[in-house]
C-alpha cells in the first residue's frame, strides 16, 4: 500500500498513486486495487522527476488528467499532463510550478521557522473554484510544529501559480496541544479537500 496515497476517479475507475510507487486502479474506491504500471515518460531528475512523492491526480473539466508532486526538499511544485489512455505515461516535459521562497517565511525549516534557506515544500492538492485553479501545499516537516498548508492561485493548471497571500491558511494555533480538556490544531499539514453538495 502506497505512503501518502492519493485516489483519483477518471472515467469510471479509481486511481490510486503515492509515495515511492507505481500506479494502481479499481473499479470501487475501497478497492481491491491491482498494479496499472510505472510512472513512464517521466524525464530526468534535472526536469523535476525524482520518483512519485506526495502525487495527486487532478482531472480538469474537460476531462484532462494531470498529476502533481514536490520535488523535495526547496525544489517546490510539479505538474505534469497524464496521456489520458494511458494514466501511467506522462504529455510532455514536467512544468516547474514554483519553488520555495525564502521571503514567505511560512514556508521556512525550523519550529519557527528560523532557517530562511531549507525548506520542505509537500503535499499538493488541486480545486478549482469559480475558474481559477487553487493548488494548496505544505510546508515544513510534518513532525513540526511550524507545519502548515498555504496555497497558490493560477488561471489555469499548470501555471503561472501566484502566491503572495496571507499564507498560510492552517498551522498550529498553540504550542501547548496536549490538553484533551482544550484542544488545538496541531501539525495540520499534507490534506486534500472534499467538496460538499452546497
Not at 133 to 140: C, G, L, V
Not at 171 to 187: Q, S
Request: with cysteine; glycine share 10%.
Amino acid at each position: 500500500i502506497p505512503v501518502a496515497p492519493d485516489v483519483a476517479e477518471y472515467n469510471g475507475r479509481f486511481y490510486m498513486s503515492g509515495n515511492d510507487c507505481p500506479l494502481y486502479v479499481a473499479d470501487h474506491p475501497l478497492g481491491p486495487y491491482t498494479l496499472l504500471g510505472d510512472w513512464t515518460d517521466t524525464g530526468e531528475i534535472s526536469e523535476g522527476w525524482n520518483g512519485a512523492f506526495d502525487t495527486h491526480i487532478y482531472v480538469d473539466d474537460d476531462n484532462q488528467p494531470y498529476l502533481f508532486w514536490p520535488g523535495r526538499g526547496i525544489s517546490g511544485i510539479y505538474g505534469v499532463k497524464l496521456n489520458p489512455n494511458n494514466l501511467c505515461e506522462f504529455m510532455g516535459k514536467p512544468v516547474h510550478l514554483f519553488g520555495f521562497n525564502p521571503m514567505h517565511k511560512w514556508e521556512r525549516y525550523g519550529e519557527m521557522n528560523e532557517y530562511p534557506g531549507v525548506a520542505w515544500i509537500e503535499g499538493p492538492w488541486v480545486t478549482k473554484h469559480d475558474g481559477k485553479y487553487y493548488m494548496t501545499f505544505s510546508a515544513d516537516k510534518y513532525y513540526m510544529t511550524s507545519y502548515s498548508v498555504n496555497y497558490s492561485v493560477s488561471d489555469s493548471p499548470l501555471g503561472t501559480f501566484v502566491r503572495d497571500f496571507e499564507n498560510p491558511v492552517l498551522k498550529c494555533d498553540d504550542l501547548d496541544y496536549a490538553d484533551a480538556d482544550n484542544p488545538h490544531l496541531y501539525g495540520p499539514g499534507h490534506h486534500s479537500f472534499v467538496e460538499a453538495p452546497n
